[in-house]
């Protein structure tokens, strides 16, 4: 009986690539169909420097990146779409390798036509024979209902009845106390932390409904994430998906921060002034030139504001850390940090995107995770040439509220020390931030930063702009009637040219 099998299940095989292509249509015209041995080559070439040749991500030594590749032979996979216990499904490996799982070092893969992804699939299948033995099948997964204020508000209500806020966070930015236990960790092995909802662009396993929904569902296998199937209802399921995909942040990427004029500062980070505040989100990364290289970053987001009086300036940083650190045990303190080039210029020129240099060196205010609020005003001229200053007129404010920090910098417009650019009114002034995340042991070099962005106070708006747009708007109007006439025109043209 077993042998019969085996045989019916060699002839099909066997059948399997000739019939994956009896549709002409589909056929890739350049390429002959990919046989699933040809797997083995693609894999070997794009896969094996991480995921190793044998499957075993023997390639990566501990510490270089986190999470570490995934060792298909260990025959454990996070990302499923099964029940627990199950493997994924070709579906699932398939999705992974589209897709990529952001916020790791899996990059999404593009690159390959669906055949060679079918035959990668099938390559990476064989580093674990007995665990795809039997086929999976994925629970269901579409109609999701409507998200309304109702499930919203039910989700929100599940999300602390099912404990997810243990781990998770009042907020759900990751920071639940569960999370920091020494044996929270995964089947490899290393330290996980639970995600943070808000940053949608960190989710590995998708942020879209869908995705978050699966993720609840099937759980993820070797980690404390684990499957809710049994426990809570389908529409349960979708209404925590439906809560959680509504704590997603809007990122607002861009080049320039407008910071807006104001009769007064506000005080303080709590201040309901900056709810009317502009912001703009910097991605940020580790900082891989100089050692020590953070390869494990986990800082991605600095979301930035500013205000300013005609004597001050106050910009206030926001970002998440799943632990707080004021320094202590040998774990540094968290701490955030604003870069100018010491020496403002008109045009794009500046210094060195990290701690200037000799030439064009770099004024940086850093704010330091403590009691007393500590700040601190260096003088870079160079990654190696670091100077702090003995007397600051800048100073800060910083606060931590379930998972998130918040600080204030102020300092006035003009200080007149030397070292400390004087900002004016109307000009592309360049800026930059760097963040330490302590419980991953950053400090000096060890940080996390973003590229230069630039700052610009607004000029007080003329009245100018008040008449502009509706102007504007009749202009693009008619523009727009004469630009559709001409099109109906050379329509017309064509039309009797035929
Ligand atoms: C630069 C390193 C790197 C490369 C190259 C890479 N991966 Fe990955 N891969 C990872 C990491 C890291 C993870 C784990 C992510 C996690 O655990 O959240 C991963 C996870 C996966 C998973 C998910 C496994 C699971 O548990 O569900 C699959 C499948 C996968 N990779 C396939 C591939 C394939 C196929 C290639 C080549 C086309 C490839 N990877 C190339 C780093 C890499
Ligand atoms: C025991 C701790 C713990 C509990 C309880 C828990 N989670 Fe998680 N959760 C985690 C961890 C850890 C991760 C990240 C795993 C990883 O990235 O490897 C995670 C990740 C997630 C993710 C994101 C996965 C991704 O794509 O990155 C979602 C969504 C999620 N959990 C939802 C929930 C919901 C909803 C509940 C409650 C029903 C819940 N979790 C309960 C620990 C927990």
């Known amino acids: 009986m077993t042998n019969i099998a085996a045989i019916l299940l060699l002839i099909v095989s066997l059948l399997l690539p000739v019939s994956g292509y009896a549709d002409d249509k589909h056929k890739p015209e350049e390429k002959k169909p990919i046989e699933a041995s040809q797997g083995k080559t693609i894999y070997d070439s794009w896969c094996a420097q991480c995921h190793g040749y044998k499957g075993d991500a023997d390639a990566y030594t501990k510490d270089v990146t986190l999470p570490l590749p995934r060792d298909f032979a260990f025959g454990v996979y996070k990302f499923r779409s099964s029940a627990p216990g199950e493997p994924p499904t070709d579906a699932d490996l398939t999705r992974i390798i589209r897709k990529g799982n952001p916020g790791t070092s899996m990059p999404p893969w593009e690159r390959f036509s669906d055949d060679e992804v079918k035959a990668i699939v099938q390559h990476v299948k064989t580093f674990a024979p007995d665990v795809f033995s039997s086929e999976a099948k994925s629970i269901k997964l579409d109609n999701p209902p409507k998200s309304t204020p109702e499930s919203i508000a039910k989700g929100k209500e599940l999300f602390n009845m099912a404990k997810c806020v243990e781990c998770h966070g009042k907020e759900g930015r990751g920071d639940g106390e569960k999370g920091w236990q020494a044996d929270f960790k995964t089947d490899w092995g290393y330290r996980v932390a639970p995600a943070n909802y808000t940053q949608g662009w960190e989710l590995r396993n998708g942020s879209d409904l869908v995705d978050i929904y699966r993720t609840i569902s099937a759980g993820l296998a070797g980690t404390p994430m684990t499957s809710y ?53 910097l991605p940020i990364g580790g900082q891989l030139m100089f050692e020590p290289r953070n390869f494990t970053s986990v800082i991605t987001n600095a979301r930035v504001r500013g205000v300013y009086t005609p004597k001050e300036i106050a910009i206030m940083l926001e970002w998440t850390d799943k632990q707080p650190s004021k320094g202590a045990d040998n774990i540094p303190q968290d701490s955030a940090r604003i870069q100018f080039p010491v020496k403002l210029v008109d045009g794009a020129e500046r210094p060195y995107f990290y701690m200037g240099s000799r030439k064009a060196p770099a004024n940086l205010w ?60 109307g000009k592309f002034i360049p800026f930059s931030v760097t963040l330490f995340d302590g419980n991953n042991a ?21 009245i100018k702009v008040y008449v502009m747009p509706p102007i504007a708007a009749i202009l693009v109007f008619a523009l727009g009637l004469v630009m559709a006439n001409n099109t109906k025109k050379t329509r017309d043209q064509r039309k009797k040219k035929k």
């Open 229 to 281: 199937l049994d426990s809570l209802k389908d529409d349960e399921r979708w209404s925590l998906a439906h809560f959680i995909k509504s704590l997603q942040l809007t990122r607002k990427l861009g080049v320039a921060l407008k910071v807006k004029k104001v009769e007064s500062l506000p005080v303080g980070t709590d201040d309901a002034k900056w709810k009317d505040v502009e912001y703009l989100d």
């Open 366 to 425: 850093q704010w330091k995770a403590s009691d007393d609020n500590k700040v601190v005003e260096l003088i870079a001229k160079g990654f190696d040439l670091v100077e702090s200053k003995e007397k600051t007129d800048i100073s800060a404010v910083g606060t931590y509220t379930d998972g998130l920090y918040r600080v204030v910098f102020k300092r006035a417009l003009n200080t007149g020390q030397e070292g400390s650019p004087a900002f004016m009114v």
């Open 442 to 462: 950053e400090d000096g070099n060890k940080s996390a930063i973003s590229a230069w962005y630039f700052l610009m106070m607004e000029p007080p708006t003329p």
